[in-house]
């Protein structure tokens, strides 16, 4: 289950990061009630999560073009650099009691800004870690219950130092914590990068690794269903402290719970995905776990007790986990190295990109027709997206049936097509 951190280097990143993630935990959920406390708006919510996140949507491609031409260590230590300051400046500001909605929202776009540079970087960054190909899909599913882990931590402790110390103590732990991962790559014993090959302009690779997206289904088919799931389904997120305060009628002990309990549930899953030895399968796995996070949506909408809600944030948190963990496995392990900066750009874009516009509708959509019923629309609209791509699944799978003979995953004889491919 741990092969991937038989690699120095990833070991190394694993537990810098580990240590930075907690603490971006804190600094989500103390800004969610921030804003929450400042405003007692669901629509200023989700124009917050909107500024956080529309400038990865507008520059990630840019961002991936830049990944495939630079080094990419070096990126991820100035990325990191940058988050630090972003998180001192919150602090300061929550500190000295003078923050305003008008600096989260700024100091938000700014780290949206950052993810843009940073996430298709990292991303791209774990086949330098792990030198063996066969634990690629090891190593992204370790990260992922990290980050989960993380995710699990982060605000149960963030809803007790807000309620104890306020939220700017969070933002202090989070500007610090950067420290971590920044002394983790700088630690790094890495392979000296080839030079890189001429290029053409920007617009010009942009233009190449779109139409390579475009072209080939799979890749096509997984970037669909994440931007629609993040789209519809993911911005249940932004709603959380509505939950915990109106719905069930408590305050951030219990948004402290209900994000906790959806940790709990991602890193059960991906616990599960690091003990699979094979891409084969994932494709069937990524359909259960995107129909359970939309079905999980559907139920919680419906909870009025907090016991309830908080099993039902578990199987949301699963699903979610294992339904991207599982599409960036599939991406890491059909694209070509050229153009893999660009594709996990356009993954960035998918998964962390259309959240801002899911955010302003989920924002929206809150005031007026209420959280549950929100969240609950957004439910449906995944199982929809998930049946779509169950029904196409089996052309998917003749369609990457040759990348996985040529990386070895499939055998070549024809005799093993319909014993092996069923299971992609």
Request: glycine letters at 10%; one cysteine or more; proline letters at 4%.
């Amino acid at each position: 289950m741990g092969r991937a951190l038989l690699h120095r280097n990833y070991r190394l990143f694993f537990f810098g990061q580990g240590i930075s993630l907690i603490g971006t935990w804190l600094t989500r959920v103390a800004t969610s009630w921030l804003v929450y406390r400042l405003t007692d708006s669901a629509l200023m919510l989700g124009l917050v999560s909107f500024a956080g996140q529309i400038p990865t949507f507008l520059l990630a491609p840019f961002g991936g073009v830049l990944v495939d031409r630079w080094n990419r260590h070096r990126m991820l230590v100035v990325t990191q650099v940058l988050a630090m300051v972003q998180s001192a400046l919150l602090a300061f500001f929550s500190l000295t009691h003078t923050i305003t909605v008008a600096h989260v929202l700024a100091l938000s776009a700014f780290q949206g800004l950052i993810n843009a540079f940073d996430t298709p970087a990292r991303q791209a960054f774990v086949v330098e870690m792990v030198e063996d190909r066969a634990d690629l899909a090891n190593a992204i599913a370790l990260n992922s219950s990290m980050v989960n882990a993380a995710r699990l931590l982060g605000p149960s402790v963030a809803g007790v130092l807000i309620a104890a110390v306020g939220e700017g103590t969070c933002f202090l732990i989070d500007a610090i914590s950067y420290l971590g991962v920044i002394a983790s790559l700088l630690m790094m014993r890495l392979r000296p990068a080839a030079p890189a090959a001429a290029r053409s302009r920007i617009l010009a690779d942009l233009g190449e690794g779109f139409r390579y997206v475009a072209s080939f289904a799979p890749i096509r088919a997984l970037l669909l269903l994440l931007a629609l799931v993040s789209l519809a389904g993911v911005p249940y997120t932004v709603l959380m402290p509505l939950f915990a305060a109106r719905v069930l009628g408590g305050g951030p002990h219990s948004l402290g719970l209900l994000m906790g309990a959806s940790g709990i549930g991602a890193v059960a899953g991906a616990l599960l995905l690091a003990s699979r030895r094979s891409v084969l399968g994932l494709g069937r796995m990524l359909v259960i776990a995107g129909a359970l996070f939309g079905a999980g949506l559907v139920a919680f909408s419906f909870s009025r007790w907090l016991p309830v809600s908080i099993a039902l944030m578990a199987v949301v948190g699963g699903g979610m986990m294992v339904q991207m963990a599982a599409s960036n496995t599939l991406l890491q392990t059909l694209v070509d190295e050229d153009k893999r900066g660009r594709v996990m750009s356009f993954y960035t874009m998918a998964f962390f990109g259309m959240a801002p516009f899911g955010s302003l509708a989920a924002g929206w959509l809150g005031a007026r027709l209420g959280a549950p019923m929100t969240v609950r629309l957004g439910g449906f609209v995944t199982l929809v997206g998930v049946a779509v791509f169950l029904r196409k699944l089996p052309a998917l799978r003749r369609a990457a049936r040759p990348i996985y003979v040529r990386l070895g995953i499939l055998p070549e004889i024809a005799s093993g097509l319909g014993q092996t491919t069923n299971k992609q």
